[in-house]
């Protein structure tokens, strides 16, 4: 260690000098000895960082201040974020009262295939035919969806969801939101700030950084929910997203300047290829080269040990530790269509019982319904229910549910 | 954690804080536990493969040092360094291919999907080489193993690069760095230069088109093919050199210097010369440790050749196992061979860019472009769906899309302006410090540059070498 009253004797005397050298590829011994240089005379210190901080928060409001403008004048839309899962969820929070006469409250948690319909919804199905039963007139449900919703998220979101005062929980596993691209695609990392502190370290041993969550990235949106900062970042990112989308209209706006439509020409290619690239001709099924893509590994069979059945495996056990229950239901896939295009579906069956042994074990039950509709109850490619006719989906797969939850309970 | 994010703000500013206190002390032990905890804060277990590599090579290179014979503990320290980043990178298509013949490794051949690659194994692996090589050959005596461990885990160019050589950092951490006025404000133009190429031009203004057109290879028409290679050129440029900037420009800030890793590579008049403007301390690595290695120029004409072409195809395939990156690496070993076999290689990169050059720059620069089609697509057949939408010939007489062809303007001044810019800069910071502006001008530039990313950074991208 040098003597530190003395000036550092190896420092280069110019700084242009420095950064030659450094920059120098094939040179090896880059620092060389030499006297030290004063630094050019420099106004006080405590001044000239009054002057930086004041000028550099002027000319961030400078900066600020008119493209909000811009994007409030705008009205510019923005995509999903993470806060409004959070807020949708702190929303249902609020509002669900556990009614007087109920013995038993069950709370139904999952994605699209649990939500989505053009008529009645698979969770609409479920609550009718749980009423309608006479072991079902005094249980009670409420439900939480989100599109894309994972095992990553659901895991961020489980002591939201013990906040309900709920004796059960019934969650949707669908087995094509079980791969390490979707886990990218639909991961709302932000919600790690819902993590409490006592589940840092198991989070820390699942593999939750493919969805963005990091050790980094939990501490600090912690740090912002127990700061009570959550709903000014939450401000930030909402601002982010929406300049985000500035840039479209901006696009737009130079193609209205200019009387032409690339914008739309572009997209509606692509639109147009990306249907006939995922589609079989003709059908909204999807075709043999992206099952891979949609269905991962899933349709190979995959272990106890597989990934996301481990996150699965920490949020039934912690439901099951705090007496709620879990119920897990595997949500159907199209195998009528994938037998067609000659996809071997014995896979499926493979994983549901890898499913099931992890359930199991941290104290859950596993309702294995993935074979449960056929290709006609399908109402897309993307394996969500048909909700009208007489085979509707939603009622099959709503009957099925509520025959499951009220078995289950009669256990 | 993205240095282009706040979370990373706020680490920076504890360490820079803690610098700063201990005055003109040695850092190594605080900068070597805040790297360990940077890292730590993105992936923990990683923490462990980089634990065992440093520990491992540190223990051979101090064998290599006394042994009379250390050509052994070379090799060995070698192949456990690149075993282990090869073991990483190209496990989740070596195992589902093992697992075909051995059905003992099926469940791992399912579980590998989500295999995540330790972050910055590629760069530290081959610095890793490089201290072991260099103290074999006796260019750098081995330092202690502090010093080496922060060399190695050096937060700023831990998970991207530049990739460095002992000499240019262990004698830094020897003195404890040098903060002086003018090094802090390098520092902070860097960064700031930095985040705009990041955040504003790679994420926010270029990556829309590439995505864009990437995801549905050969549906548009030519010319947005055309505008979405030439984005792609410089998004993945911006997005690069951003990140070495910013890594630069980190380190300035607590007094260490980093080596630059571009310098304006579309300006460059022939391939050759693009190799040492591009990614310049892999280009080096490989021409030290790989090229030269392998015989140079040593053996005639032909294995000079063959040489070149398998350094190139080599540095292709250190990016990941695909397809892609081996045509990546292939077309460029092609284009500097046919560079030195047309007899036109010279070393002129010092000499100022004239108009005469214009057209081997366009020619360089539209050469480098055609590569960068299989590096980004996807898939070896979405690549070629992208050459047969940029031959839609018909097309080119209308159907150009004015906004991304603008971008695209904006990003070619950007880098005619850095070219301009870079030599004048060390006068203008000198005239800054003894200016009583100076630090007016140094917040608002920063004020508004932190402001423009933090709001452009909806796009929310990770760095694109981060995957490597």
């Given at each position: 260690?040098?003597?530190?009253?003395?000036?550092?004797?190896?420092?280069?005397?110019?700084?242009d000098?420095?950064?030659?050298?450094?920059?120098?590829?094939?040179?090896?011994?880059v620092?060389r000895?030499?006297?030290?240089?004063?630094?050019?005379?420099?106004?006080?210190?405590?001044?000239?960082a009054?002057?930086?901080a004041?000028?550099a928060?002027?000319?961030?409001?400078?900066?600020?201040?008119?493209?909000?403008?811009?994007?409030l004048?705008?009205?510019?839309?923005?995509?999903?974020?993470?806060?409004?899962?959070?807020?949708?969820?702190?929303?249902?929070?609020?509002?669900?009262?556990?009614?007087?006469?109920?013995?038993?409250?069950?709370?139904?948690?999952?994605?699209?295939?649990?939500?989505?319909?053009?008529?009645?919804?698979?969770?609409?199905?479920?609550?009718?035919?749980?009423?309608?039963?006479?072991?079902?007139?005094?249980?009670?449900?409420s439900?939480?969806?989100?599109?894309?919703?994972?095992?990553?998220?659901?895991?961020?979101?489980?002591?939201?969801?013990l906040?309900?005062?709920?004796?059960r929980?019934?969650?949707?596993?669908?087995?094509?939101?079980?791969?390490?691209?979707?886990?990218?695609?639909?991961?709302f990392?932000?919600?790690?700030?819902?993590?409490?502190?006592?589940?840092?370290?198991e989070?820390?041993?699942?593999?939750?950084s493919?969805?963005?969550?990091?050790?980094?990235?939990?501490l600090?949106?912690?740090a912002?929910?127990?700061?009570?900062?959550e709903d000014?970042?939450?401000?930030?990112?909402?601002?982010?997203?929406?300049?985000?989308?500035l840039?479209?209209r901006?696009?737009?706006a130079?193609?209205?300047?200019l009387?032409?439509?690339?914008?739309?020409?572009r997209?509606?290619?692509?639109?147009?290829?990306?249907?006939a690239?995922?589609?079989?001709?003709?059908?909204?099924?999807?075709?043999?080269?992206?099952?891979?893509?949609?269905?991962?590994?899933?349709?190979?069979g995959?272990?106890?040990?597989?990934?996301?059945?481990r996150i699965?495996?920490?949020?039934v056990?912690?439901?099951?530790?705090?007496g709620k229950?879990p119920?897990?239901?595997?949500?159907p896939?199209?195998?009528?269509?994938?037998?067609?295009?000659?996809?071997?579906?014995?896979?499926?069956?493979?994983?549901?019982?890898?499913?099931?042994?992890v359930?199991?074990?941290?104290?859950g039950?596993?309702?294995?319904?993935?074979?449960?509709?056929?290709?006609?109850?399908?109402?897309?490619?993307s394996?969500?229910?048909?909700?009208?006719?007489?085979?509707?989906?939603?009622?099959?797969l709503?009957?099925?549910?509520?025959q499951?939850?009220?078995?289950?309970?009669?256990? | 954690?993205?240095?282009?994010s706040?979370?990373f703000?706020?680490?920076?500013?504890?360490?820079?804080?803690?610098?700063?206190?201990?005055?003109?002390?040695e850092n190594t032990?605080?900068l070597?536990?805040?790297s360990?905890l940077?890292y730590a804060?993105?992936?923990?277990?990683a923490?462990?493969?980089?634990?065992?590599?440093l520990?491992?090579?540190?223990?051979?290179?101090?064998?290599?040092?006394?042994s009379?014979?250390?050509?052994?503990?070379l090799?060995?320290s070698?192949?456990?360094?690149?075993?282990?980043?090869?073991?990483?990178?190209?496990a989740?298509v070596?195992?589902?291919?093992?697992?075909?013949f051995?059905?003992?490794?099926?469940?791992?051949?399912?579980?590998?999907?989500?295999?995540?690659?330790?972050i910055?194994?590629?760069?530290?692996?081959?610095?890793?080489?490089?201290?072991a090589?260099?103290?074999h050959?006796?260019?750098l005596?081995?330092p202690?193993?502090?010093?080496?461990?922060?060399?190695?885990?050096?937060?700023?160019?831990?998970?991207?690069g530049?990739?460095?050589?002992?000499?240019e950092l262990?004698?830094?951490?020897?003195?404890?760095?040098?903060?002086?006025?003018?090094r802090n404000?390098?520092?902070?133009?860097?960064v700031?230069?930095?985040?705009?190429?990041?955040?504003?031009?790679s994420?926010?203004?270029?990556?829309?088109?590439?995505?864009?057109?990437?995801?549905?290879?050969?549906?548009?028409?030519?010319p947005?093919?055309?505008?979405a290679?030439?984005?792609?050129?410089?998004?993945?440029?911006?997005?690069?050199?951003?990140?070495s900037?910013?890594?630069?420009?980190?380190?300035?800030?607590?007094?260490y210097?980093?080596?630059?890793?571009f310098?304006e590579?579309?300006?460059?008049r022939?391939?050759?010369?693009?190799w040492?403007r591009?990614?310049?301390?892999?280009?080096r690595?490989l021409?030290?440790?790989?090229?030269v290695?392998?015989?140079?120029?040593r053996?005639g004409?032909?294995?000079?050749?063959?040489?070149?072409?398998?350094?190139?195809?080599?540095?292709?395939?250190?990016?990941?196992?695909?397809?892609?990156?081996?045509?990546?690496?292939?077309?460029h070993?092609?284009?500097?061979?046919?560079h030195?076999?047309?007899?036109?290689a010279?070393?002129?990169?010092?000499r100022p860019?004239?108009?005469?050059?214009?057209?081997?720059?366009?020619l360089?620069?539209?050469?480098?472009?055609?590569?960068?089609?299989?590096?980004?697509?996807?898939?070896?057949?979405?690549?070629v769906?992208?050459?047969?939408?940029?031959s839609?010939?018909?097309?080119?007489?209308?159907?150009?899309?004015?906004?991304?062809a603008?971008?695209?303007?904006?990003?070619?001044?950007?880098?005619?302006?850095?070219?301009a810019l870079?030599?004048?800069?060390?006068a203008?910071?000198?005239?800054?410090?003894?200016?009583?502006?100076?630090?007016?001008?140094?917040g608002?530039?920063?004020?508004?540059t932190?402001?423009?990313?933090?709001?452009?950074?909806?796009a929310?991208?990770?760095?694109?070498?981060?995957?490597?």
């Amino acid at each position: 260690m040098r003597d530190a009253s003395r000036p550092a004797p190896w420092i280069i005397a110019e700084e242009d000098r420095a950064q030659e050298v450094a920059s120098e590829p094939h040179r090896v011994e880059v620092y060389r000895r030499a006297p030290a240089v004063d630094a050019p005379t420099t106004p006080r210190a405590s001044p000239r960082a009054l002057v930086f901080a004041v000028s550099a928060a002027v000319a961030s409001a400078a900066v600020v201040v008119p493209v909000v403008a811009v994007v409030l004048a705008a009205r510019v839309d923005r995509a999903t974020i993470s806060a409004d899962v959070a807020r949708r969820l702190d929303e249902l929070k609020r509002t669900t009262r556990r009614p007087a006469n109920v013995r038993e409250q069950v709370l139904l948690i999952g994605d699209s295939v649990l939500g989505v319909a053009d008529g009645p919804s698979v969770a609409d199905e479920t609550r009718r035919r749980i009423s309608a039963d006479p072991r079902g007139r005094d249980v009670s449900t409420s439900v939480f969806w989100w599109p894309g919703l994972l095992v990553t998220s659901e895991w961020c979101l489980a002591d939201d969801f013990l906040e309900f005062d709920a004796d059960r929980v019934v969650l949707e596993v669908n087995l094509r939101s079980l791969g390490a691209g979707t886990a990218l695609a639909f991961g709302f990392p932000e919600l790690a700030g819902r993590v409490r502190a006592d589940r840092f370290v198991e989070g820390l041993s699942l593999p939750l950084s493919v969805s963005g969550i990091t050790a980094g990235q939990m501490l600090f949106d912690r740090a912002l929910v127990v700061t009570g900062l959550e709903d000014a970042w939450t401000r930030v990112v909402d601002a982010e997203a929406r300049v985000y989308n500035l840039r479209d209209r901006a696009d737009r706006a130079l193609d209205a300047l200019l009387a032409v439509h690339s914008v739309d020409e572009r997209r509606g290619a692509a639109f147009q290829d990306g249907l006939a690239r995922f589609h079989v001709p003709g059908k909204l099924r999807e075709r043999r080269e992206h099952v891979a893509e949609t269905l991962w590994n899933v349709r190979l069979g995959v272990a106890p040990s597989y990934p996301p059945f481990r996150i699965l495996g920490a949020l039934v056990r912690r439901f099951a530790d705090a007496g709620k229950h879990p119920l897990v239901w595997a949500a159907p896939v199209n195998v009528d269509h994938y037998r067609s295009i000659g996809v071997d579906v014995s896979g499926f069956a493979r994983s549901v019982e890898s499913m099931r042994a992890v359930v199991e074990e941290n104290g859950g039950r596993l309702l294995d319904l993935h074979t449960t509709l056929r290709d006609a109850q399908l109402g897309d490619a993307s394996d969500h229910a048909t909700a009208h006719g007489p085979g509707a989906g939603t009622a099959a797969l709503g009957a099925h549910l509520a025959q499951g939850i009220l078995d289950t309970e009669a256990r | 954690m993205s240095f282009a994010s706040v979370p990373f703000a706020v680490f920076f500013a504890a360490v820079w804080v803690a610098v700063r206190l201990r005055g003109d002390r040695e850092n190594t032990s605080l900068l070597l536990f805040a790297s360990l905890l940077f890292y730590a804060l993105w992936a923990p277990s990683a923490l462990l493969v980089l634990g065992f590599l440093l520990a491992s090579n540190y223990a051979l290179a101090r064998n290599m040092e006394r042994s009379p014979r250390p050509r052994g503990w070379l090799v060995a320290s070698v192949v456990l360094t690149l075993g282990t980043l090869a073991t990483f990178k190209y496990a989740q298509v070596a195992v589902p291919f093992a697992a075909r013949f051995v059905p003992a490794l099926r469940p791992l051949a399912t579980d590998v999907e989500w295999l995540a690659v330790p972050i910055g194994i590629s760069f530290y692996a081959f610095e890793m080489v490089s201290v072991a090589v260099d103290v074999h050959a006796r260019r750098l005596p081995c330092p202690p193993f502090s010093r080496y461990a922060l060399f190695v885990t050096f937060f700023p160019h831990l998970v991207a690069g530049p990739i460095l050589r002992g000499g240019e950092l262990v004698p830094q951490f020897e003195t404890g760095g040098a903060r002086t006025p003018l090094r802090n404000r390098r520092g902070l133009w860097l960064v700031m230069s930095g985040l705009l190429k990041k955040v504003v031009l790679s994420d926010y203004l270029l990556q829309p088109i590439v995505k864009e057109t990437f995801a549905a290879p050969g549906a548009a028409s030519g010319p947005v093919h055309l505008v979405a290679m030439y984005s792609f050129a410089f998004q993945i440029y911006a997005d690069f050199s951003g990140y070495s900037d910013l890594a630069r420009g980190l380190s300035c800030l607590l007094g260490y210097e980093l080596p630059m890793n571009f310098e304006e590579p579309y300006l460059s008049r022939d391939p050759a010369e693009f190799w040492r403007r591009w990614h310049m301390t892999l280009s080096r690595w490989l021409r030290d440790y790989l090229y030269v290695p392998l015989g140079g120029n040593r053996h005639g004409p032909a294995r000079t050749y063959l040489n070149l072409f398998l350094t190139m195809a080599i540095g292709g395939l250190w990016h990941g196992a695909g397809l892609n990156f081996l045509v990546w690496g292939a077309l460029h070993g092609v284009f500097l061979v046919a560079h030195r076999a047309s007899g036109a290689a010279r070393n002129d990169e010092k000499r100022p860019l004239a108009w005469s050059d214009l057209p081997r720059v366009v020619l360089t620069f539209h050469l480098v472009c055609l590569a960068w089609i299989p590096f980004r697509a996807p898939t070896w057949s979405a690549a070629v769906d992208f050459f047969r939408g940029l031959s839609k010939v018909s097309s080119y007489a209308s159907a150009w899309p004015p906004f991304p062809a603008l971008v695209v303007a904006l990003a070619v001044a950007t880098h005619f302006a850095e070219r301009a810019l870079r030599p004048r800069l060390p006068a203008f910071h000198v005239r800054l410090a003894s200016a009583s502006w100076g630090a007016a001008v140094d917040g608002a530039l920063l004020g508004a540059t932190v402001a423009l990313a933090v709001l452009a950074s909806g796009a929310g991208t990770q760095f694109i070498y981060f995957q490597f």
